[in-house]
């Protein structure tokens, strides 16, 4: 079964870029594109007021890479009518009554980093006699010190990847058996379901190993990420996550009557996992049902394992409940497959 | 056109059997709305925050009392830096406060003092967000801030009009593609081709229902999350329709680009979903903003329509404008470069 099961992926040659390139070419798309932080953002500056303290700031707005100072304007509709076109994304207008900053507020990430921005700028040149406040807070940043998002991504993606290249794969087998008709042969071979199921499963098992070695190695090597935690740990919890997808992936395949609807099936099972598995979106800022309900998600654990392997180097001792809840879902899955294979047969 | 309206007749009766295409058509857009709707939000509320405090005095007291009756902390209380330090690892608090020995004296003495504020970089993004947040809350004496647009910096109202975009382009590129190649692997192309209705003729009427479903929808969403949601809708509807026309052609003719290259159902909707989907979603600004990503990849998320047509939504929506010179002549020329390369493929196919 095993020895079928490879040549067949050998002599399909479709599957190669998927194995080999569509990893690494969305570990380049997520680790490049995706960071909310914003350089050189465009500003208009109103001037009326003409003292040092202006200068100042002005010196240290053009000295920071923040900032660009796109116009000089003299008046607040000149600001927002800048805003409005996009010419400029925030507006500073330096007045004899104070300091008044007018911001676009559409892209409310932007926007609140563009405040904190200013309000860091403004307070570097503060006036230390007066306007010390009473409390200053002293950061330290832990397990990312230069706060680079690449550091954050790579695991995720890293867990991503694996999700849908098992998946993708694993829908896809017998469905494909099915269609070309030669699921009959494999009803009428002595082997049990078990046996078919995991001869199945264990040739993409190998292919997920070999994918997370791949985009481990190049998160490592090109994009520099920290790996502080210990190798054969992530590789003990990879083993019962990509159990889960293909698992997963096969129950879709046995339920699904042709291969577009299982690869179908795949993608709307992979939709919420994008969205809900912490990914992109912090878990912690959804309302409490949502948040329950990525509970059932088993990519959602595989990244926090990922990460905190990466970043901050934890082992079991921390991760024991993930670990656990993983190797749950991996049996879980593997057993309904095999249940579900077991109906179709009869 | 009289062939026309045939071709797009029988293309509806198609639909309104195809159950899975009815699916993606009208109950996966409202889906994914509810989702993103509730499910995205930088907002921070309630961050996990522990504190260690080696000063007794009452006036930690009061600082950590303001602290946990602010909306933006829940504090958790810790005997020691190792024990904090530990609950970081475990993610079960995202920043940690460690109020010093001298913390009160250092104030009558120096006139301020300064707390150590310990933070999990992991996530680089909420970390700078947490940032912000500890030095709002210490630091009061802020300059006026007002946002336009978007007052209250609801991430809804950023990730709604965006959303509508993403849902466009998936609905007329899968949907399109779905169907082109779907005749084409059955082989029932050679026989619509043996009619005497010519080959564009077909191709466009095939086009149009599914163009008129993404259009639809566009209302759909709009209307429902005027209404669940509370967007703010700013400009008008007549607008809204008019771009959302002008978008649909160079969408429509990137799923004609696809089917006409794709032989099988299944490599068209992996094409579709790789080429279209990812990118419109990752490099298109629909979260992420394209000034910041480097330039290399710059002129890749111009080849994108959704790029273009994501500063007109958000236009219409937020700021109420409604001329868009730029970014109508980008969707008009990527519209007529896909078709060109599409053209070429059929081609290609023919012969």
């Given at each position: 079964m095993l020895k079928k099961e490879f040549c067949q992926i050998k002599r399909d040659r479709r599957l190669f870029p998927l194995i080999i390139f569509a990893p690494v070419i969305q570990l380049f798309l997520f680790g490049y594109a995706v960071s909310l932080d914003i350089n050189e953002i465009p500003i208009a500056i109103m001037k009326e007021k003409h003292d040092s303290y202006s200068e100042e700031i002005l010196l240290s707005l053009m000295s920071s890479?923040?900032?660009?100072?796109?116009e000089n304007v003299h008046s607040i509709d000149e600001i927002e009518k800048a805003i409005l076109h996009g010419r400029a994304k925030a507006g500073l207008i330096l007045g004899e009554k104070g300091i008044n900053i007018l911001i676009d507020g559409s892209d409310n990430n932007t926007a609140a980093l563009i405040e904190g921005y200013f309000e860091k700028i403004l307070f570097e040149n503060r006036n230390p006699s007066i306007d010390t406040p009473e409390v200053i807070p002293v950061f330290r940043m832990l397990f990312n010190p230069e706060l680079k998002t690449v550091n954050f991504m790579v695991p995720g993606v890293t867990g991503l990847v694996l999700l849908i290249i098992t998946m993708v794969l694993a829908s896809g087998i017998l469905v494909k058996e099915r269609e070309v008709g030669t699921i009959e042969h494999i009803f009428v071979t002595p082997l049990t379901s078990s046996e078919v199921i995991l001869g199945k499963l264990l040739p993409f098992m190998i292919i997920g190993f070999f994918d997370l070695f791949l985009v481990v190695a190049a998160g490592i090597f090109?994009?520099?990420?920290?790996?502080?935690?210990?190798f054969g740990f992530l590789i003990f919890t990879t083993f019962p996550f990509i159990l889960t997808t293909l698992s997963l992936g096969i129950f879709i395949s046995i339920t699904s009557k042709t291969q577009q609807q299982a690869v179908m099936t795949a993608f709307m099972v992979m939709l919420p996992n994008l969205i809900l598995?912490?990914?992109?979106?912090?878990?912690?800022?959804?309302p409490l049902l949502l948040q329950k309900l990525t509970?059932?998600?088993p990519v959602k654990y595989y990244i926090i394992i990922l990460r905190s392997i990466f970043l901050?180097?934890?082992?079991?001792?921390?991760l024991w409940r993930e670990t656990v809840i993983l190797f749950c879902f991996g049996f879980t899955f593997l057993f309904l497959s095999i249940l579900a294979f077991k109906k179709k047969l009869s | 056109m009289r062939n026309l309206l045939t071709i797009i007749w029988k293309e509806t009766i198609h639909l309104k059997r195809d159950e899975r295409s009815l699916i993606i058509a009208f109950v996966l857009p409202l889906f994914m709305t509810i989702l993103y709707g509730y499910a995205?939000?930088?907002?921070?509320?309630?961050i996990p925050t522990g504190v260690v405090s080696f000063d007794k005095s009452i006036y930690v007291g009061e600082i950590l009392f303001s602290l946990s009756a602010s909306d933006y902390f829940r504090t958790i209380n810790f005997e020691s830096t190792r024990e904090m330090y530990k609950a970081l690892e475990a993610g079960k608090i995202k920043c940690g406060f460690v109020f010093p020995y001298d913390f009160s004296k250092s104030k009558s003495i120096k006139g301020f003092s300064e707390v150590q504020v310990l933070i999990d970089g992991s996530d680089a993004n909420l970390a700078k967000k947490i940032q912000q947040t500890v030095q709002k809350f210490f630091i009061k004496s802020e300059p006026n801030v007002r946002f336009l647009y978007n007052s209250e910096l609801q991430s809804r109202n950023f990730v709604i009009p965006g959303l509508i975009v993403i849902l466009m382009t998936m609905l007329g590129v899968i949907l399109t593609t779905r169907s082109i190649v779907g005749e084409k692997e059955r082989g029932n192309f050679e026989m619509l081709s043996t009619t005497p209705v010519r080959s564009h003729i077909i191709i466009l009427g095939k086009i149009i229902p599914y163009g008129t479903i993404a259009f639809i929808n566009v209302f759909i969403i709009s209307g429902f999350s005027f209404i669940v949601f509370k967007i703010p809708f700013e400009g008008s509807l007549l607008c809204l329709s008019f771009y959302s026309l002008l978008f649909l052609f160079p969408t429509l003719a990137l799923g004609a680009m696809i089917s006409s290259y794709a032989t099988t159902e299944l490599t068209a909707l992996t094409t579709s979903f790789i080429s279209t989907m990812l990118p419109s979603i990752i490099?298109?600004?629909?979260?992420?903003?394209?000034?910041?990503?480097?330039k290399w990849l710059q002129p890749i998320s111009f080849l994108i329509p959704a790029t273009h047509f994501l500063k007109i939504v958000r236009g219409i929506f937020?700021?109420?404008?409604?001329?868009?010179p730029h970014e109508s002549l980008s969707l008009i020329a990527l519209g007529t470069f896909y078709i060109l390369i599409a053209i070429k493929g059929a081609k290609k196919k023919i012969k």
């Open positions: 890479n923040y900032f660009i100072i796109r090109i994009f520099n990420t920290p790996f502080k935690g210990n598995s912490g990914f992109m979106f912090p878990i912690e800022n959804m509970s059932i998600l901050k180097g934890v082992g079991l001792k921390i | 995205i939000s930088f907002d921070l509320k309630k490099l298109s600004g629909f979260i992420f903003p394209v000034e910041n990503m480097p937020l700021k109420g404008t409604s001329f868009f």
